[in-house]
């Protein structure tokens, strides 16, 4: 018997996990000027109560949008992933942008998200990737 419940994302999904940021070029995680600190976002999974139900509210409005007959663009469908990657963004520690220390809120996550794809890229990865939000494996 294998208990299947060893596998249970929800726990870390729920609560999030500190994503280091990566150096888009080298791959290398970023550090904080002032304190040497890793940059970090702590981000929630795709399993989480959060995203499912912000995830639900985004299809809930494309089929009313569809059966109004309004089309989704592209802008609409960008403006969707923003605002699920924004919803999965709990905090972060180490951020600046244009020379300032950005403070963590929604609006700043969508503003950040939308202006670094390759940012948004990573974050989406993550949110995505599952192994991110399992229990650890206890070292023997």
């Not at 290398?28 to 989480?48: F, Q, Y």
Request: aromatic share 6%.
């Amino acid at each position: 018997m294998f208990d299947l419940s060893r596998l249970d994302t929800s726990p870390a999904s729920n609560a999030g996990v500190d994503m280091p940021v990566k150096h888009p070029a080298t791959g290398k995680p970023v550090v904080d000027e002032n304190t040497g600190a890793p940059v970090t976002i702590r981000l929630i999974g795709r399993d989480s109560e959060r995203f499912v139900a912000a995830q639900r509210e985004v299809l809930s409005r494309r089929i009313r949008d569809a059966q109004a007959g309004d089309d989704t663009d592209f802008e609409a469908s960008e403006r969707d992933t923003l605002d699920l990657l924004a919803s999965c963004t709990v905090q972060w520690s180490g951020i600046g942008l244009d020379g300032e220390d950005l403070e963590f809120s929604h609006d700043a996550a969508l503003t950040l998200y939308g202006r670094l794809r390759w940012l948004r890229e990573q974050v989406d990865a993550f949110v995505s990737a599952r192994e991110n939000f399992l229990p650890k494996p206890a070292l023997n």
